[in-house]
Structure formats: C-alpha cells, structure tokens
C-alpha cells in the first residue's frame, strides 16, 4: 500500500484535537475570527477526511465581533465519554501585549452532527483547554495559564481542575501539574492515562520555527510530572530543511488494532523568506509505545512527510474544480468574519450571492467577506459581479485575504463623479499602520453592465484579470504582485503572532452607510499545478 502525504489537511487547519469512537476518527481545528467556529472532520482510515460539521454556529455559543485577527477560537479539544461528544475551546478578545482575555466554554452533544449545547462557562486563566476523562468517571479540566508579573514566565504553567458535569462547572482545588521545559511558551495541554500513568502533551517554543511536542508523565494525574527521555517527541526546530516544519502541538489515538498515531500542525514555506502561505496546516506520523512505556515518534523527532495509514488517500477531490453556485444555501467550503447575525451581510438564492455592504475591508466587526481556504500552492479563482457604485466609499470584488493588514483585492468602485472603475487595493504586511495601497492604475469601466474578474496564482506569483460583459477573454490589470505576502509570516504581526491562512473569495462595503449590496453569481477556484510547488518538499 503507497504511502500518505503529509498534510492530511491541507490548508489553514490548524490546532488539530482528535478522538476515536468505534471505527470513526474526527479531528476539531481552530477557526479562530472566521465563523461558524471549529472544524470537526470524519475519517474511516485516517488518510481520507471529509468536512462534516462547525459546531459553534450560533450567537449563544460565539460572538466574535470586535475581536483582533487572529484571536476567536483558538485549541479545540474534542473527545468522547462513551456516551457523549465533548467539545471545549478559548474565545480570545485580546491576545496582544502582557494581558490576554480569554474565556474557556464547554459544550457537548449526543452525536458529531449535534445538536451542540449552549456552552458553559469554565474559566478566564489561559488558553488551549482540554477535558480528560478518566476511568473512574471523573473529569478534568486542564488550560495553560498565564501570569502578566512573569514570576517566573508569562506562559506559566498547565492548571488542573476538576469538571462536574451535572452541576456544569469545575470544582475542587486547582493546581500547576506541569510548567513546561526550557523551550518555554508550553501550551495546548493533553491528558491521557495508559498502563497506570497519566501523561501529559504540551506544545512548546512558539507556533513558529521552534516548534515541538513535549511529553511527560506521572502516576498520579496531580504530579510530579517527568518529562520525555528524549524531552521533545516531535519538533523540526534543528531540522530547517526538513520538508515539514512548524510541527508541534499535537495529539494522540489509538486505533482499534493498536496502532498509535500523532496528529500535529505543520507549515510548509515557500522562497527564500520561508513564508507559510497554506498557513498551518496538519499533518500524521505513526508512534509506538515502547518497552519503558514512553511513545516515540516513528523515524522521529523530526516529521515524516510520507506516512505508512490503514489505507491510501485518494485525492481525486482535491484536484478537483470546484464552481459554487449560489441557489439555495452557501456551500460548507465557505465562512464569514466574526458575526453570528449572517443575515445582515449576506443572503444566498436566485443563483446569486448578495452581499450586503458594510464595514471597510479588515473591520473587526461588520464586514460582509465570504471566501473560502486557499488548499493549493498555484489556483484559478474567478466570479461575476453585478455592482452599481455612486462614489469611492462603495466597493466591491474579488479579494485574497488574510487579515486587515494582510490582503489583495480587485474592486469594482466609481470615481467621485461617479464613474465606475476597477482599483486593485492592497494591504502588504502593513502591520501596525493598515495602509492601503494601490497597485497599477484604476481602468474606466462603463456604468452598467456585468464585471467577471479573476485572479491567477502560480508559485510566488499573484495576478489579476478582468472582462467586461460581452467579452470573452480576460485581460490582465495591475502588476504581478508578490503572492507570498498573503502568508503567516506576513500576517500583520512581527514574528509567530498571526495564526490564520489565506482566503479566497467576495467582499464588499458601503463606507457610506447606505449598505448597498453586490450580487455575484458563482465562484470558481481551481487547482493548478506548477513547477515551483512544494508537495514534495
């Protein structure tokens, strides 16, 4: 049987928590501002996954509006007692500078699909909660917690609590089970309980470049924890050419015939500025238990880009073009920004897609933007758009987006006489200033009639193109512009502090107040391969 390629989910998904029920696999990703919140994906064979539900889709469970980029949901951890689903997760209002305010819920359901409860609250020390069942029927609650003195580290330490679940809130005394190792900034804490010892799994150094999964261990769930002989399980830290990198934060199953897999994030860069332009992405490696009861990465620490699953992937469907129309529901490749009032941005039916103008591009409010994940290194996107603007402050198109510092967009605007034009705007890693630019000349288009624009992306490399109704061939407008920007690295913060992925698809505002709507009649994205692509590292 042919090995696996690494990702197992490509594009931004990362953060992956997953759990075995029978001969069933799901794994839960973060979402963080983009809405419905959390992934949950399906396999019968760990190689083939498929979409099956965001769970948090409604204003009782999550309101991300006046959230940062980057903030929202962060570290799902989705696990199952033997009756029920659970699922708990970090909304994030602030995560920049010594605070972070962030606030731990729990929600749970009979099956995958739901119905998800409304949440409950657990707490506001830290990030990255996990729930731990253990085999006398209690539950644990365990987060990274952080400390704004620095006495002694700001990422403090994994604090555990018990959960009752009748009663719906933790209980009992907390403790600081574990602190983490010199790599430091340890978070995204998992339990598990095998042959009479608890261990825990951390990721440590940073979403970046340094990377790694920590393991440790105790007999009692309380502590004292000893780390891993070899400290850090899975890390690419000492590895830069190594063609997965960025690989940590991790979690562990079993599989019926007692196999042990990982499932971590990883980031694939691109050039010679290593920028992760699929975002964080994730990936599997076979483990084994050894005889010292320590779990080892196979041909590890560092990250196997061919991986030995029960069964071969079949990618037919990842090649695959997709054309969306708009008749009746959007389709479950789309998100939104930050509200669960969707209906104040968009409508979809009559084969189109109205998006009602709101905010400016990169609000973290109100923006009306639908797009979907960029999964290939080189893809087509194009759309149709039916647009009447009166002046500047109305626009509208087809935007590449990463955040409100971070995107490339082609709008159908007027002029302050009036008159319609196309503008490329731009906002290239323009962190903290969110300045626009404005590549290329804007092109006079006539008043009335259909635009279809589109975009092509080949390596490192972005370019626009336009037709005007009637005409058949598209042609070109603005420059070649430098792909790349739309990356992590670029993201709109110095460092590993932007934790998103690249969108494609439709925008628009009305910085007039006046919330005029833009109609698009499909969207078309289609992979394309090209030499400079990084599938093989």
Known sequence: MPPVRNPILPGFNPDPSIVRVGEDYYIATSTFEWYPGVQIFHSRDLANWRLVVRPLNRRSQLDMRGEPDSCGVWAPCLTHDGERFWLVYTDVKRKDGSWKDNHNYIVS???IEGPWSDPVFANSSGFDPSLFHDDDGRKYFVNMFTDHRRRPLHFAGH????????????VGPTKNIYQGTKLLLSEAPHIYKRNGWYYILVAEGGTGYNHACTLARSRDIWGPY???PDTYILTSKDHPLAPIQRAGHGDIVDTPDGKTYLVHLMGRPVGQQRRCVLGRETSIQEAYWADDDWLYVKNGPVPSLYVDLPAPRDDTEYWTERRYAFDKSLHQDFQWLRTPEPERIFSVGGGKLTLIGRESTGS?????????RQEHFSFDAETVIDYHPTDERQFA???LYYCRYNFYYLTVTAHSDGQRELLIMSSEASYPRAALEFPGEPVVIPNEGKVRLALTYRGQELQFHYALEGEVELKKIGPAL????????CGGHHGVGSFTGSFVGMAASDLNGTALSADFDYLLYRPVHHPTDRYEG
């Open 226 to 228: 000893e780390n891993h």
């Open 482 to 489: 430098d792909a790349t920007i739309i990356s992590d690295e």
């Open 364 to 372: 973290w409010f109100e923006q009306a933007l639908v797009a979907r």
């Open 159 to 170: 604090r555990l609590q018990e959960f009752d679940p009748k009663a719906g809130r933790l």
């Open 397 to 399: 198109g087809l935007i």
């Open 109 to 111: 359901a009979p099956a």
